[in-house]
């Protein structure tokens, strides 16, 4: 019987979208709910598996850990893209990636929920509803305001779209902006500099990578309006984070609704955890039932499909 591995079900759920009951007459499935510390801890936890179903870059899978996994045949991933996976190693391996469907619907209307949360001081007041205490704060409206978007793909095209229908004013900008969507979108294309320098909001939406690491650092972090705020529902390294804590700690800017971090789980000890104008969430741009279903139920349907000779949604 091929033995599975269930990797990072932080919230012990998975259980609950598929019947693992039922799947433990075909395959030995073991459930890790706590992160890896080490790739050392990987390599001895996962050397005698031949099947890992993986949250999306939860856990990074090196050269160095998937040559060390010798009965390794088969990976599946949330979503169809997964920087994580050293895609050469598992090619080299003739490891077989399949990924899954993935709803943009969830990180757009998160970042939605950001800005209102920011504009509405929802951290504030809900501290101080706790404690007592009634109408602390003035907040503001979405309305007429520039909302400006780093990346004008899937997600930024839905977040566009809300936005818009708030009556906010859309601009963009990307490195390879596609301009015939932003007529399409009646959003107006811009340099990043000026996107950075007029934005209300500042909502990310590009993939990570080295393309556009610290692409908001302390130096773009200076030229937005000390009255904007920061919105990024995409990568933690997009974002220069002690540049953010800075800028924020000394008010640069007026806040920052932030669901991605450079380190996942957020440390407990971060100093984000503790900036009064930090609207901060644990990456839950993703977590959502509907996407939960179709990731366990299409990570199994894929391993299927591999056993019968005809594997489903191949990455590599």
Not at 35 to 44: D, L, M, R, Y
Not at 56 to 64: D, L, N
Not at 195 to 213: A, C, K, M, T, W
Not at 237 to 261: C, H, M, Q
Request: with cysteine.
């Amino acid at each position: 019987m091929i033995k599975v591995a269930i990797l990072d079900d932080y919230q012990n759920i998975s259980q609950e979208f598929v019947d693992l009951k039922k799947l433990s007459k075909k395959f030995e499935i073991k459930v890790f709910h706590e992160p890896f510390k080490s790739q050392e801890e990987i390599v001895e936890n996962l050397k005698e598996f031949e099947a890992l179903l993986i949250m999306r870059e939860r856990t990074k899978f090196t050269k160095e850990i998937i040559n060390d996994l010798p009965k390794l045949k088969y990976i599946m991933t949330s979503g169809m893209r997964n920087k994580a996976i050293d895609m050469d190693a598992v090619n080299h391996k003739k490891i077989i990636v399949c990924g899954t469907e993935l709803s943009i619907n969830s990180t757009a209307e998160l970042t939605i929920a950001l800005m209102l949360g920011l504009a509405r001081n929802f951290k504030n007041e809900l501290d101080n509803m706790y404690q007592g205490y009634w109408q602390t704060t003035v907040g503001l409206e979405l309305k007429g305001k520039i909302l400006g978007l780093i990346g004008l793909g899937k997600v930024g095209t839905s977040v566009a779209k809300i936005g818009s229908a708030f009556g906010m004013q859309l601009m963009a900008w990307s490195e390879n902006l596609d301009l015939n969507k932003c007529k399409e979108l009646n959003v107006l294309p811009v340099t990043k500099d000026h996107i950075i320098e007029n934005s209300d909001y500042l909502s990310i939406h590009v993939q990570g990578g080295e393309r556009y690491e610290n692409c908001i650092a302390l130096k773009e972090l200076k030229k937005m309006k000390k009255t904007s705020f920061l919105i990024n529902t995409s990568r933690g390294s997009i974002v220069n984070e002690t540049d953010l804590i800075l800028a924020l700690s000394e008010k640069i800017i007026a806040g920052a609704g932030i669901d991605v971090y450079d380190n996942e789980p957020l440390p407990e000890n971060h100093k984000l955890r503790f900036i009064p104008n930090a609207l901060i969430l644990p990456h839950l741009g993703y977590v959502t039932a509907e996407n939960y279903s179709n990731f366990y139920n299409q990570m199994f349907e894929n391993l299927e499909s591999c056993f019968n000779g005809k594997p489903k949604r191949v990455i590599n």
